[in-house]
């Protein structure tokens, strides 16, 4: 069944797959929506993390990324000899079949835009500074709303729009995380010993919960595979961009996370019993002051703008992926002559977001959906080991394949 499903494939790829949607995405813009899916981590878990295991975070953001790469290097491998929409769902329906393409297809779709509406919801403690400070009033639910018709609008409009929009984004949030890296080391509390002595006096136990608590931050570093039939020369770029924000999905994280604890002093994520929600507003107010902080507060928003809408562009593909393998309604396969989109799917998942961000207790809901993603990490790769293990039979030979097979699949 491996064999046939996969030769199959790789005959129709080029000729079926590729002239359906525009390639239009460079590697710049697969680091850009890779990233885009990821940053907001940065600004939600560091003091959740802080809370287990103290100022020594840094090190499980390190320990995180190193259990992250496998995933990231087999789904390498896998979308450069499969370089099409869908991404997970594909990999996994053509090397185990329907049924378990179907359940992780609609698993995945789910997953993504709940972990998406969250992030609608999730910059609150971000917001609240925001409007303080300008002493005015806004219901956070209306916000949340508009910010999803908006880039649902903008998915619509097609991924080079998406790109647009993420571009600045992006760019800004790196270079003022950079920013406030490099200021730290000005600031007259600056002790470098606190994070290195907290890594080294947690337990072994302490770091393990708090790497896997992060996790979820670099979660969406393979998120830019689910839209691989718009990359240009996939088999280079994907791969290429999904190493490359990882790597500075990495550094800024585990820089971040022990600058910060270097610069403020105390056990500054409890307040009153309750974990500060809202550290890079902290660290930036610490450095620079509160106009500074607002600042950041204001381009977090913005960032968990950017990965909602990086969470439509992703989970739609799965929906329009399963309709091109007739699983789901062959309604969900039309692509918008205009402007070249999948707009069933990307409607559909709108309109499921924003009934999870009124009905749906997303926080709760939003764990179950990284737990199954986990899952979904672990299927892929395997799906890796079988291919490699079966491609006299099917020859399985993808221009990108990741290296120290099979250690790094096992790790």
């Not at 600056?190 to 907290?198: E, N, Y």
Request: net charge negative; proline share 5%.
């Amino acid at each position: 069944m491996v064999g046939s499903n996969i030769e199959s494939f790789m005959q129709s790829v080029s000729d079926d797959i590729k002239t359906t949607l525009k390639r239009t995405i460079g590697l710049a813009g697969v680091v850009i929506i890779s990233l885009s899916a990821m940053l907001p981590g940065i600004f939600v878990t560091p003091t959740f993390a802080a809370e287990i295991m103290g100022p020594g975070i840094w090190l499980a953001y390190l320990l995180a990324a190193s259990v992250v790469l496998p995933g990231a290097l087999s789904k390498s491998e896998l979308s450069s000899g499969m370089p099409t929409s869908g991404g997970s769902y594909v990999f996994l329906q053509r090397t185990y079949g329907p049924l378990i393409g179907t359940i992780s297809g609609l698993g995945l779709w789910m997953s993504f835009l709940l972990k998406s509406a969250f992030s609608l919801i999730g910059f609150s403690a971000y917001f609240i500074v925001v409007t303080e400070y300008f002493d005015v009033e806004m219901e956070l639910i209306w916000l949340s709303m508009s910010a999803l018709v908006l880039i649902t609008i903008v998915n619509l409009l097609g991924v080079s729009k998406v790109k647009a929009v993420q571009t600045p984004i992006v760019v800004m949030t790196v270079l003022l995380l950079v920013g406030l890296c490099i200021a730290s080391f000005f600031t007259g509390d600056f002790d470098a010993s606190i994070p290195i002595d907290g890594a080294l006096d947690a337990s072994g136990w302490e770091l393990a919960e708090a790497a896997a608590f992060v996790f979820v931050a670099y979660a969406g570093v393979t998120k830019v595979a689910a839209i691989g039939g718009e990359v240009k020369s996939p088999e280079k770029n994907l791969p290429a961009g999904i190493l490359l924000s990882l790597l500075i999905a990495t550094v800024l994280y585990s820089a971040i996370a022990f600058l910060m604890m270097a610069t403020i002093p105390g056990e500054w994520w409890i307040v009153d019993g309750k974990v500060v929600e809202n550290p890079i507003y902290e660290f930036a107010r610490v450095i620079a002051g509160t106009e500074l902080g607002v600042i950041a507060a204001a381009l977090s928003v913005l960032t968990m703008i950017s990965m909602a809408l990086a969470g439509i562009l992703a989970s739609s593909r799965f929906l329009f992926a399963m309709a091109r393998d007739n699983l789901l309604p062959q309604a969900l396969e039309e692509v918008n002559i205009k402007y070249e989109t999948p707009h069933w799917p990307i409607l559909i998942t709108a309109l499921a977001m924003g009934l999870a961000i009124f009905f749906v207790p997303l926080k709760d809901v939003v764990k179950l959906a990284s737990g199954f993603k986990i899952m979904i990490f672990i299927m892929i790769n395997s799906c890796v080991i079988i291919l490699r293990r079966t491609s006299a039979e099917h020859g399985w030979n993808p221009q990108y394949k990741s290296p120290m097979y099979p250690a790094i699949q096992f790790w």
